[in-house]
T-cell receptor, first 116, second 114 residues
Framework: AQTVTQSQPEMSVQEAETVTLSCTYDTSESDYYLFWYKQPPSRQMILVIRQEAYKQQNATENRFSVNFQKAAKSFSLKISDSQLGDAAMYFCAYRILRGSQGNLIFGKGTKLSVKP | ETGVTQSPTHLIKTRGQQVTLRCSSQSGHNTVSWYQQALGQGPQFIFQYYREEENGRGNFPPRFSGLQFPNYSSELNVNALELDDSALYLC?????????????FGPGTRLTVT
């Protein structure tokens, strides 16, 4: 079965500090993309960052970076200099390259709170 | 450029009824995917429509059906509603199928079945 596990249902971080959200996944495929999505309360889900599995270099987008460990099937998200606007549900997801659908497989999410 | 929109925002239905949810895709996007997000869960893939044809389906029963129109907007229909169908229904549009294309999500429709 193809699954995504986010072991931290809730996390809290002080404003301006750094927080890391964990994600592990299980797939027998060798080619896939990994994603972190942000879902603010009552707002649309938006893509935060993505990582191609064939790339060894970890993706970075401004304050957001990932630690991708392919052999361990681990894909954590690090948020630096946390801001109040970072408070949201964060979902880890992947998409396999084989096939034409490209549907996303999501974890259950981690609720991030940011304390002022 | 208009983003993905969904209607209605909220909906309350009774068990056994039928419901239709609507999604307008982003300009230039010909693919729409539908997801069900139960409370406390991540979204689960229902199905995808590409150029008016169903292009793949997740593990959902046939009472979940859909349509895509020539303007690439889409409908999700659910017959014989069950209590477990209560969820946030998300649609996502993309400029094509497959892994190369980012999916852009709408705000969702919150369905409550009583």
């Amino acid at each position: 079965a193809q699954t995504v596990t986010q072991s931290q249902p809730e996390m809290s971080v002080q404003e301006a500090e750094t927080v890391t959200l964990s994600c592990t996944y299980d797939t027998s495929e060798s080619d896939y993309y990994l994603f972190w999505y942000k879902q603010p309360p009552s707002r649309q889900m938006i893509l935060v960052i993505r990582q191609e599995a064939y790339k060894q270099q970890n993706a970075t987008e401004n304050r957001f970076s990932v630690n991708f460990q392919k052999a361990a099937k681990s894909f954590s998200l690090k948020i630096s200099d946390s801001q109040l606007g970072d408070a949201a549900m964060y979902f880890c997801a992947y998409r396999i390259l084989r096939g034409s659908q490209g549907n996303l497989i999501f974890g259950k999410g981690t609720k991030l709170s940011v304390k002022p | 450029e208009t983003g993905v929109t969904q209607s209605p925002t909220h909906l309350i239905k009774t068990r056994g009824q039928q419901v239709t949810l609507r999604c307008s895709s982003q300009s230039g996007h010909n693919t729409v995917s539908w997801y069900q997000q139960a409370l406390g869960q991540g979204p689960q893939f229902i199905f995808q429509y590409y150029r008016e044809e169903e292009n793949g389906r997740g593990n959902f029963p046939p009472r979940f059906s859909g349509l895509q129109f020539p303007n690439y907007s889409s409908e999700l229909n659910v017959n014989a509603l069950e209590l477990d169908d209560s969820a946030l229904y998300l649609c996502a549009s993309s400029p094509g199928t497959g892994f190369l294309y980012e999916q852009y999500f709408g705000p969702g429709t919150r369905l409550t079945v009583t």
